[in-house]
């Protein structure tokens, strides 16, 4: 099985802020990573999906990058309404998830 | 729009039986895979089964393998969850979620909770 990290497990930020997400796998899974966030209450959202393609109707403040085994989300400026987990998981096989980053704001 | 709403959950004993449902509206429910998938506070996010479009190709958690069995009808546009044997450690929001290409999970229901205690 392919296990999921993510770091940092929670961080805090302003509003305006650039804020970085890790998701690392514990081998390769090319481009097969996909981020959801998860608000309050709420079902887990598909935001970027093959690593770095923006789901239809995601704010473009979003990108995601890598492969390999290294990946990141990226909030290019952090709103009010981003105050979420941050989870990834990758779809090259048996699908598995990383433990979440909670963002504050 | 596309609509997922699951139904079912319910507090269930050790070792009992429960039935859940997933009611699919606003897409062509008979085109695309279906999932289940679980979430706990300790464990997190975990992928329960999937079921192809036809009913065929079907695959489970090593977890769950054995105790539940997914279920589709594409005529009333409705997946399915039986949950044998259930354990302690079954107890999550059970969520019913849309397959958009290889584990790519574009749409998911509201969830339902089960709760497995004596």
């Known amino acids: 099985d392919i296990q999921m990290t993510q770091s940092p497990s929670s961080l805090s930020a302003s509003v305006g802020d650039r804020v970085t997400i890790t998701c690392r796998a514990s081998?390769?899974?090319?481009?097969?990573l996909n981020w959801y966030q998860q608000k309050p209450g709420k079902a887990p959202k598909l935001l970027i999906y093959d690593a770095s393609s923006l789901q239809g109707g995601v704010p473009s403040r979003f990108s995601g990058s890598g492969s390999g085994t290294d990946f990141t989300l990226t909030i290019s400026s952090l709103q009010p309404e981003d105050l979420a987990f941050y989870y990834c998981q990758q779809s090259y096989t048996t699908p598995s998830f990383g433990p979440g980053t909670k963002v504050h704001i | 729009e596309v609509q997922l709403v699951e139904s079912g959950g319910n507090l269930v004993q050790p070792g009992g039986s429960l039935r859940l449902s997933c009611a699919a509206s606003?897409?062509?429910?008979?085109?695309?895979?279906m999932n289940w998938v679980r979430q706990t506070p300790g464990r997190g996010l975990e992928w329960v089964s999937y079921?192809?479009?036809?009913?065929?190709?079907?695959y489970y958690a090593d977890s769950v393998k054995g105790r539940f069995t997914i279920s589709r009808d594409n005529a009333k546009n409705s997946l399915y969850l039986q949950m044998n044997s259930l354990r302690v450690e079954d107890t999550a929001v059970y969520y019913c979620?849309?397959?958009?290409?290889?584990?790519?999970?574009?749409?998911w229901g509201q969830g339902t909770l089960v709760t497995v205690s004596s």
């Open positions: 979620v849309r397959d958009n290409r290889q584990w790519r999970w574009d749409y």
């Open positions: 079921i192809s479009s036809s009913g065929t190709p079907i």
């Open positions: 081998q390769s899974i090319s481009n097969y």
């Open positions: 606003g897409f062509t429910f008979s085109s695309y895979e």
